[in-house]
């Protein structure tokens, strides 16, 4: 008998967050699971690790295919314990969300979930984060589940080049408006232009707190911003290798 393949699943939401418990389920389809949660929401925390306090892992749930662990850290965290500590051996896949929320264009730079995904791409192994363009706690994913199921299944079946993981985007549900298909893009030039929100406590001190607008600077049609905005999902093959090969002989006179 084939032996079944096994799947680390994580996220940044939380392990009480809907999207996790639907990951994890769709999952269970293709073969064991094992997940790894963090305790607590860390959105935005990038590929932050946990080095000044200790991690403290504890067991939530345990089945023949399927264990769940909740770990106080950061999503990079997850992903090193989870196959470094819990595992025997590498995953066969780690896939991590569906997250709350865009990781859209440069969203991808300080997105937790996808930190794991980059995390596990490191070590060599088949990574994607999934997200839904949506941050509310009850988010609708019904009309994630076939596109998930289909691209786990050809990551699994087909792997992935070394050093590539996928940022897979989903347009917020909208009843009786189902998903147009799946594009392959480039990931849209766009930032966030914050606003601070000055306050002050009971006591009269300063605080504040951050918010912000996020501004597309990109009229391309072969975006991630450009298909979710057409009810497309979005598929961006995305490296950690941040060196601009392109420019690299422009920076030669400063060589000695």
């Known amino acids: 008998m084939e032996k079944r393949p096994t799947i680390l699943v994580t996220n940044d939401d939380g392990y009480l967050a809907k999207g996790l418990k639907r990951l994890a389920n769709l999952m269970r389809q293709f073969g064991k699971v094992v997940v790894v949660s963090t305790e607590q929401v860390k959105s935005a925390q ?142 849209a030039k766009a930032r966030w232009k914050e606003i601070f929100d000055h306050r002050k406590d009971p006591h009269g001190r300063d605080y504040f707190w951050i918010g912000g607008e996020f501004i597309v600077e990109d009229d391309g049609t072969d975006t991630d911003v450009y298909a979710l905005k057409n009810n497309y999902a979005s598929i961006v093959p995305t490296h950690y290798d941040w060196t601009a090969y392109d420019v690299m002989n422009k920076f030669k006179s400063f060589e000695k």
Do not use: W
Request: charged fraction near 25%; aromatic fraction near 10%; charge should be negative.
């Open 46 to 187: 990038g590929h932050s690790m946990t080095i000044n306090e200790p991690l403290r892992l504890r067991q939530f749930e345990k089945t023949d295919d399927f264990e769940m662990y909740v770990l106080n850290g950061c999503p990079v965290d997850c992903a090193k314990v989870g196959f470094q500590m819990i595992l025997d051996e590498y995953p066969d896949l780690l896939v991590s969300g569906i997250n709350h929320g865009s990781n859209a264009s440069t969203n991808v730079i300080y997105s937790g979930t996808m930190a794991a995904v980059i995390e596990a791409c490191m070590d060599g192994i088949p990574a994607i984060g999934f997200s839904v363009e949506d941050y509310a706690f009850d988010a609708n994913f019904d009309h994630a589940d076939k596109y998930i199921l289909d691209i786990t299944k050809k990551v699994l079946d087909e792997g992935l080049p070394k050093g590539v993981c996928l940022n897979v985007n989903f347009p917020k549900f909208s009843e009786g408006n189902p998903i147009k298909g799946v594009k392959i893009c480039r990931q």
